[in-house]
């Protein structure tokens, strides 16, 4: 007769967003409002670092509905809380 234990682990996956460069590219791309560059870049991002998925996912997720104000606005609002 084993004797086992199961222990639940629980991953937290820190979301993180692009660094100054990249967030500055993505908002030339998204004011010039060039689609194609803008998700190969965002492709890059995510080849890059598996963290920044979620913004990747958000990001497309606008661009298919070319929803170029709500990309600004959130380009915008990460530039903020760059270090």
């Known amino acids: ?7 639940a682990t629980s991953y937290v996956v820190e979301e993180r967003f692009p660094v100054l ?4 590219a993505l908002d030339e791309l998204v004011t010039r409002g060039y689609v194609r560059g803008l998700l ?4 890059a991002l995510e080849r890059q670092d598996s963290a920044y998925a979620g913004f990747v996912e958000q990001m497309r997720g606008m661009a ?3 929803r170029f104000d ?13 270090d």
């Open 21 to 24: 460069c990249e967030l500055l």
């Open 1 to 7: 007769n084993l004797l086992l234990a199961w222990l």
């Open 40 to 43: 190969g870049r965002l492709d």
């Open 64 to 66: 298919g509905g070319f």
């Open 70 to 82: 709500a990309m600004r606005a959130l380009i915008r609002e990460k530039l903020e809380h760059v």
